[in-house]
């Protein structure tokens, strides 16, 4: 038997093994990661590193792998290896498929509610500690609670599904992580069980209860 988690949305929501499980019916997000990228230096944001030749190939593969399922459109965020990653998988594809830039995935995201100062804070506690303290309710300058941020981007999924197929969110690897681990419990660990490039999430919208 699949192995299946229940969102705190109403249960709305239902975190899925992988693409492979998605069905012809039904109404489905896949929530990842951008595409792979060189490393950001330390002290960076890194907002201006695009996508390397890897990364285009990978996530144009992507998309030639999703053929065969309805995608009805690609959500990604503004950052500009978002919207290359977005543009791949379309060609992957090989569909004229809608891609809508959304602020909620990036740049800052559903979980930063003053770009300023959750910067700020990013720079001067570092990737791994922000992310922990978030993940644990603990207050972060310029940042939402977990439950706050998740809760918009649940909102943000539901309401843009369509009554079959798919849509694609493209997002950066902390966003991904703090809903997953919010939502559904599914945690991430940095160093070991990080979010890969391209992974994320697969999630069955339970039409039922919507």
Request: hydrophobic fraction near 35%.
């Given at each position: ?21 998605i069905e ?11 595409g ?6 330390e002290?960076?944001?890194g907002?201006e ?14 998309g030639?792998?999703?053929?065969a399922k ?11 290896r978002c919207?290359?990653?977005a ?5 992957g594809?090989a569909k ?7 602020t909620?995935l990036?740049d800052p ?13 990013y ?11 978030i993940?644990n309710?603990k ?48 945690k ?10 391209l ?5 069955k919208h339970?039409?039922?209860?919507l």
């Open positions: 038997m699949q192995e299946m988690y229940n969102a705190k949305t109403n249960n709305s929501l239902i975190l899925l093994k992988n693409q492979f499980e012809e019916t039904g109404m489905y997000s896949i929530f990842i990661r951008h792979d990228r060189d490393k950001i230096p002290g960076e944001f907002n590193i695009e996508l390397n030749q890897k990364g285009f190939q990978r996530s144009l593969e992507y030639k792998s999703m053929k309805k995608i009805n459109k690609i959500f990604t965020s503004p950052v500009k919207i290359q990653t543009e791949s998988i379309r060609e594809l004229n498929v809608a891609i809508e830039v959304s909620l990036g995201g559903a979980f930063v509610k003053d770009g300023k100062l959750a910067g700020e804070s720079l001067r506690l570092g990737f791994s500690s922000c992310y922990e303290s993940l309710h207050p972060v300058q310029g940042n939402r609670d977990i439950s706050d941020g998740a809760s918009i981007l649940s909102r943000f999924f539901l309401d843009n599904a369509k009554a079959d197929g798919l849509n694609i969110y493209v997002s950066h690897d902390m966003i991904v992580a703090l809903y997953a681990f919010e939502t559904f419990r599914r991430y660990t940095l160093g070991s069980d990080w979010v890969p490039y992974g994320g999430l697969t999630i339970n039409s039922s209860i």
